[in-house]
């Protein structure tokens, strides 16, 4: 690394003269620092090395006598049922389609369970 007296001391991860984040090694070769415009040998990110932790959400087993069926499978809103007749229905919205366009919402009826759509 630099031969410069440094007021930071750091991780090869930052500059040790300027202290901002270096960017990653590409290619073999040096390392430009974008603040001080320093460079550095590659040889000095050798020992450098990343570790990432990825959890999942776990599966959880459930039987059916916990398993509530009965219930809404969202928010609630005032909307009438065009099967049953009902004034309540569950929602949920994905965004189906570009992100210039707007979301589409589906709905569920909480009495019957009649679903619908609507692209808003």
Do not use: W
């Not at 202290?19 to 050798?46: H, M, R, W």
């Not at 959880?60 to 219930?71: F, H, I, P, R, Y």
């Not at 909480?110 to 679903?115: A, E, V």
């Amino acid at each position: 690394m630099a031969s410069d007296k440094s007021p930071f001391s750091s991780t090869t991860a930052f500059c040790p003269r300027c202290g901002s984040i270096l960017p990653l090694l590409q290619e073999f070769g040096s390392v430009k620092c974008y603040t001080c415009k320093t460079y550095y040998d590659a040889e000095n990110f050798s020992d450098l090395k990343f570790h990432y932790t990825i959890n999942f959400n776990t599966v959880s087993v459930t039987n059916e006598a916990t398993l509530n069926t009965d219930g809404p499978e969202g928010p609630v809103v005032e909307r009438r049922c065009p099967k049953c007749g009902n004034d309540k229905m569950s929602y949920a919205t994905l965004q189906l389609r570009s992100a210039d366009e707007g979301q589409t919402v589906f709905y569920t009826c909480i009495s019957c369970k009649y679903k619908e759509t609507e692209n808003s």
